[in-house]
Every structure is written in C-alpha cells, then in structure tokens.
C-alpha cells in the first residue's frame, strides 16, 4: 500500500477537479446504499479507484493462463488515467475486472471506498450504475433491434428514474450532447449510422446515469482519423462537463498521449511503468516503454527514429518467463532479471517502474 | 514467365493506371466507388495509397488487381501491366499473372490463410503450380523463403496450422507465399492494420527490405499517414472515389496543396504534442457516392469552400512541382501566399 499512497500522492490534477466533482456526489445517492462501507470514503481529490495487487486467471483444460497478475494502481477523480500495451497484455482483462465483467481471482478493487469484489448481487448492480464502460466495436455493442432513443433510455428505465417524460428530456438532452439529433435518430435503429455516430450513441448510454468512472476499451480503434480526433474531442468535453474520471485503454500510443493525465504501460499482465504523460513519453524508463514508443509511426517523413526493433514476439501467458516477464526480449536483461521479479519502485515523484536497471540510472 | 511481353513494350511502365472508374450496381442506384483514377509506377519505387474507409482505395488496388466480381460491378479505363492492357481480361488470362508477377498482401492475417492446411502446403501450393518445382525442391525454397520473412524455426513452422502462429507471424507467412515466384509488382492492402506497434514497425521493415533487394513495384494502400511518410517515393490521397492529391513523398508533407490532405494531418494526434492537445476534427462526413455532390466532393467539410467549389468539380491539375498535382480550385500555397502578400513578406512559393 506504500506504493499506492505514492501514486495517489502529487493531487494538483485531483484537487482542482474534486470541489468540481462534488454536485455528482448528490446524485450518487442511489449507489449509497450499496456502499455500505461508504463511511471510509477518502475526502475530495483522493483516489477514486484502487487496484491491489489483482490477478485474473483463466483456465483452459489444464492450463491456467494469468491474463493479469498482480498488478497495483490507484485513479484519482477527475483524473484520466491511460492504459497502454500490446494485445494480450491484459488491459482489457483489467478494464472487465474493474466493471465487474471478469471475476478477479484474488485482488481487491476498492471503488469509491468500497471493495467491489466483496459487493453482493443487488449491491453489483449499484454499482453499475456509478462505473460504465464502452466498448471498440460500436455497432455490435448496441442492440440492431431496438431504437437510438430506447437504446439510451434504458439504463433509466431500469432504475425507474423520473417519470416518462423525465426520462425522454433527459435523453434528448444526453443525445445532443453526444452530438445526435434526437428528433432524427430518435426514432432510428443502430444500422442507420456510421461507426463514429454508433459511438457517440454508446457514449450517450454510457453517460445517462451519471456515473463517476467511465472504463473505455479501445473505443476510437475501430475509426477513421478524422472521425477519430471528433470523438476523443468529445470525450474530454464530456468529462469536463459531467466531471467524469477516466480509465482510458488503447494500444495507439499517440491517442493516449492525448487524453492522458497519467500513463500505465502493461506487458504480459505485469505494469512496466506508470508515469504523468508528458514524462512518460519524453523520457521512459522501462525499456519496454521506449521500445513501445520508438516503434511507433509518425506522419512525417523529417521524423526517423531508429526503432528498438524487440527480439521475438511476445511469450505465452501460459507459460511466462521467470523473473521479469520482459526478460526474453530486453535488450538490457541480465541473470537477476531472470531470478527476481522487479516490483513497481518509485524513481520520481508520480513516477514509477518495475525494472532492475531502468533507463537513464 | 511463359508470357513476357514482347520487346517494343519493355519501356511501359511496371503498372500505368488511366482514367479507371468502378460501379457497383446497388439497388439505391449506381455507387460509384472509383472516379477516374490514373496512375503510374516504376519498378523498384513504392506508391502509397491513403484515405479513410470509402475512399475507395481497396476498391482500386482489387481492380488493378482484376479481384473484383463480374457481377453488377462496371469497370471502364485502363490498366496496363508493363503494357499489357488487364482491366477486364479474362480470368485465364489473370490467372498467369497472379503470383508470377502480380501479388497481394490483404489486410487480414486472421483469415487469408486455410485454416485446415498446414503452412508448408500453402506456400509449397503456389511453388510447385506456378513454378513447376519438385516436392523437394519447393519444400527446400518455402524454407527458405520462411528464413527470409524472419520466421523463427521455420522447420517446425513449416508442418504448424495457421492458428498455431500469432497475427505477426501470420502476416509473415502470407508475405512469404505472395513474395514465392517472385512477383515484379506487390500489391499490399492495409498490410499493418490490426498488428501490434512492435510487430508494425518490423513487418513494414521487412517489405521494405524485401522491395528494394528484389527491385519490385510496391503499392502500399493504408489508412495511417504515418506508415507512409517514411517508406514510400509518391503518395495518392484518395477521397470519395477521387484522387485529390498526388505527389512525392516528401512534397506532400512539406507542401501539401489540398485542404483534405491538411485536415486529414491536423486530425491526427502525435506523440510530439502535450497531453490534452486539442485536435481538429473534420467535421461532417464524406459524401454518399450513389448521390455525389456536383462539385468537389471535399466542399462540404472544406474550410476554405467557396460558391465555386460546390458548382463546380475541379480537375487533377499540375503544381509547380513536377510530379505534384491537386483537385483544388483555392490550394493552399496560392492561399498562403495571398496571405503572406497581404502582410507584406512577399510570396516565396512560386
């Protein structure tokens, strides 16, 4: 827990946006009584999230495949936090894990000063309603046979908020806002719209119950630039207006860059690194990290990186390395890294690394 | 190799594209996918073709190809393959040409390969039919040729099944069975797209390498500016099934003429810019290519639209650079340089 105070710990970001986060804190009522360790809640600016030492396993036959194993972090509100790694590094396990989705295997998740994974059945669907999440693909993750207007207005429905009329405002108010005209699209079903619309469709659902956590997994993976750079402008619109906190997972490290307060970068389920944006990316100091980012591409012809070309491909998660799970393709690897898993230190304020000889030591 | 054209043609370029429509009969009306694109390429030179999702850049590079269905689908123009006119030649005809000397990388490395056989009998397949090689013989030159794309162990690969192999690897082996007769032109559709960065960086390393020893023609076609900018000689921006913009690599980046070519860079966030770095969105959406505008169909979305553009569609012309040429009534040099006339620094892009 010393780490995490650690993270926690430089709140300028959290400090201004905790006052502003307060009014949500009224209508987050209907998770109250779910949280019935509520009383142990941190004060403003405090971590809103909490991640201690979770794994996530999966068994297939006799194998048991640690998607994410152990891995420490803390968000604090009004904060985005960005997830990065390569596919199978577990940061969509890790997004699940925290909605819910995925069962974590040991691990606590501590929401809002409650252990989400304690929570009972009723208390679950409590707090549904305080974290959402969105997903990549924007046309299969809504229903094709149900209407825009439904689509959004169900999670209201659900929850009996407001008379009829109420919800109908509420959703006109929520699809406008996404920038959909609800006496268009209303009355449409999802096929009628494009990627980038389906999207802000989701995000208007996602949004309606006025959650304090929003878990997004890749959502602009799936679009085109332009319609990209809409939609991640959207979204830090959104979360200044709503004073949402952010877990942000993509694999373009680039958009991160973009939306991040903070960076945590994940390799075969273990955190390298986690750092504030602008540090993390002028000066990593896990080697995965600036492998990461020299092999990224750049539309500048001026731009010529020599790119840390990594040995290999990455290992099986059924079968990791010993040590340091980077080991097998670092260039900087050594016998300890093979005996000693490097545990997540500190090296500056607000920046962290699990690594034995991080660069520039 | 049993039909190389004959001598008086020789000098054709590898691949001359003119004036190629494409039309899919839709039951809405007539969707036209491909406007009149022309184009040329050299032996040992890469093309990248860029634009978002219907653009028509697939649309394109399958017709170059000759992959299109026969089917409600119109083609008209003229594709010539080192002078041999391709565009609506017969399969048999095609069918010499596939593999030999034209080939295509798709997209997906999920489902290009048979998932029922194994890697060897893939690559062996296209060795022993094209080539007419021996069992030994083909097993011996799809080894190597796996050695060559940077497969690891190709001995064991050779007997896996493509779901025992990672996307990366996946790709490599669809790259060895298109590179196996040693083709003289390769077509690579979105070869990176839904790769890891890492494995990004060494599959774009690995054509390029490839390329240049083998002095193929390359056409890259891909969405991401980024993986263009430094590994092609010219570049086509395509927009709503036109061309709007052709130049050098280099030209393009530093003297961009078409706002669509602009926009399209601005919107994209680098890792170069501070976090929270406001990015400028294209608003709106490309046209629909059933009912397309009269006029120039960026006009809509276009900053600088004035009445003519929306009248009027405006032709590929030739810049002051050679080799540049833009669809733009109002380019962005001559607007800067109006603007830098107006503030009285003199205009230098002449």
Redesign the interface.
Known sequence: MTELTEIGGPGEVATTVGSGASPTDADADAGAGADSGSGSRSGAGGPLLAVDDLFVSFTRGHNTLQAVAGISFTLNEGETLGLVG??GCGKSTTGRAIVQVEKPTSGKITFDGADVTALNRNDLRHLRTQVQMIFQDPISSLNPRRRVADIVAEPLTIWKIGTKDERDAKVNAMLESVGIDPSVAGDRYPREF?G?QCQRISIARALVLEPKLLVCDEIVSAL???????I??LL?DLKREHHLTLLFIA?????V?????RVAVMYLGRLCEIAP??VL?ASPAHHYTE???S??????????RT?V??A???PSPINPPSGCRFRTRCPRAEARCAEEVPQLRPIAPGHQVACHFPIGT | MTRLPDPTVQTAPLLAVDDLRVSFATPQGELRAVQGVSLTLERGKTLGIVGESGSGKTVLSRAIMGLLPQNGVTQTGSVRYQGQEILNAPNKELRRLWGTQIAMVFQDPMTSLNPVQRIGHQITETLKLHLKLGRDEAKETALSLLMQVGIPSPVERYDAYPNQLSGGMRQRVIIAIALACAPRLLMADEPTTGLDVTVQAQILDLLSTLQRDREMGMVLVTHDLGVVATRTDEIIVMYAGNVVERAPTSVLFSQMSMPYTEALLRSIPRIGNPSHTRLQAIEGRPPNLISPPTGCPFAPRCPYAQDKCHREKPPLVEGAVPGHSYACWFPLSTQSAVAAAGAGAGGESA
Do not use: C, F, R, W
Request: glycine fraction near 4%.
């Open positions: 390569e596919s494009s980038g085109d630039v332009s319609v990209q750079a809409q991640l402008n830090e694999h373009d490290l680039a958009v860059k973009n939306v991040s307060d944006s602008d990316y492998a990461l980012l092999s990224a591409v750049e539309p500048n012809p001026e731009v010529t790119p070309i990594l290999g491909e990455p």
